[in-house]
């Protein structure tokens, strides 16, 4: 069930890369997961995060400088791909911003994407994967994530919150259904009807709850963020959180730009975060 196609020592623990035969996709997907030292037979919590446009599952990991705390932490980090990968969908590797590299963590409803484009359906049948074969305690998953990955994260924490206790986000694309990026995927992914994109508006969703993390939301943005003004729209989240009575620290930094310099300054906050949520009881 869960090919390994590589494996690194890494601060005491190991980076590892998987291959899995994906139920969701109908094709072969790819993950990467850290494993921090550990005591035989110990349950870690784990934290999945969501990689943005043009990723892949290495990104992060190559990138991030994630380990060495989550090393000292004891979080497993695990690092799903964006898109299926050979779905053979006509256009599919047209544009950087839809298709390959850009699955925007939603199950597609609309033809041809629908058979593989389900990334939703996708990332909780990992979870499940990851607390069976790995040694993740199922009752400490977060999830944070980069842009659309940041998207992904607080849409499906914000659908699934018993699943992902802990939530958290780099520049996330804040509001997809008012934004080029995301009325783009969506129009592909889900058809015409905005009214159905709604149901995967951090924003929206948001605005239609009430205090779903009562330990807060943490999202860091920078403020020379070329893709800021544009696609992100930080200040809908934020509103609708106020009207939630969601508790969330939204940080935003003059001079960081969208790219993993800025994700890697802000790294050890998030995981400290997410260490310290998932340390309280449910
Ligand atoms: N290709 C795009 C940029 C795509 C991009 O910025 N992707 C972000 C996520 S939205 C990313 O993390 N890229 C990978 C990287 O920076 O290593 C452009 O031409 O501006």
Same mark, same amino acid.
């Given at each position: 069930m869960l090919q390994l196609l590589g494996e690194h020592a890494c601060f005491g623990g190991v980076q590892?890369?998987?291959?899995?035969?994906?139920?969701?996709?109908?094709?072969?997907? *790819?993950?990467?997961?850290?494993?921090?030292?550990?005591?035989?037979?110990?349950?870690?919590?784990?934290?999945?995060?969501?990689?943005?446009?043009?990723c892949t599952e290495e990104t992060f990991v190559i990138k991030a400088g994630a380990q060495r705390l989550?090393?000292?932490?004891?979080?497993?980090?695990?690092?799903?791909?964006?898109?299926? *990968?050979?779905?053979?969908?006509?256009?599919?590797?047209?544009?950087?911003?839809?298709?390959?590299?850009?699955?925007?963590?939603?199950?597609?409803?609309?033809?041809?994407?629908?058979?593989?484009?389900?990334?939703?359906?996708h990332i909780l049948e990992l979870r499940e994967l990851v607390v069976q074969a790995l040694p993740v305690d199922g009752e400490r998953v977060g999830i944070f994530g980069h842009s659309m990955g940041g998207h992904g994260a607080l849409t499906i924490a914000l659908k699934r919150p018993d699943l992902f206790r802990s939530v958290s986000a780099f520049a996330p694309i804040a509001a997809p259904a008012r934004c080029p990026w995301g009325r783009k995927a969506f129009t592909g992914y889900l058809g015409t009807d905005e009214s159905a994109w709604l149901k995967h508006d951090a924003s929206a969703?948001?605005?239609?709850?009430?205090?779903?993390?009562?330990?807060?939301?943490?999202?860091?943005?920078?403020?020379?963020?070329?893709?800021?003004?544009?696609q992100l729209h930080p200040e809908a989240f934020e509103e609708a959180c106020r009207a939630a009575a969601q508790p969330l620290q939204l940080r935003r930094h003059a001079g960081y730009d969208h790219g993993y310099y800025f994700i890697s300054t802000y790294m050890e906050d998030h995981l400290r975060f997410h260490a310290l949520n998932l340390s309280f009881t449910a």
């Open positions: 590892r890369f998987y291959q899995t035969a994906s139920a969701a996709i109908g094709l072969p997907m *790819r993950f990467a997961a850290y494993l921090p030292p550990h005591a035989d037979g110990a349950r870690l919590p784990a934290l999945f995060y969501l990689a943005g446009l043009t989550a090393a000292e932490l004891g979080v497993v980090l695990i690092a799903p791909d964006t898109s299926p *990968r050979g779905a053979g969908v006509a256009g599919e590797t047209d544009a950087w911003d839809f298709g390959v590299g850009a699955g925007f963590y939603i199950d597609a409803v609309q033809a041809p994407w629908n058979t593989h484009y389900r990334m939703y359906s969703l948001m605005a239609a709850m009430q205090t779903p993390f009562p330990h807060g939301i943490l999202i860091d943005q920078g403020l020379s963020d070329k893709f800021l003004a544009g």
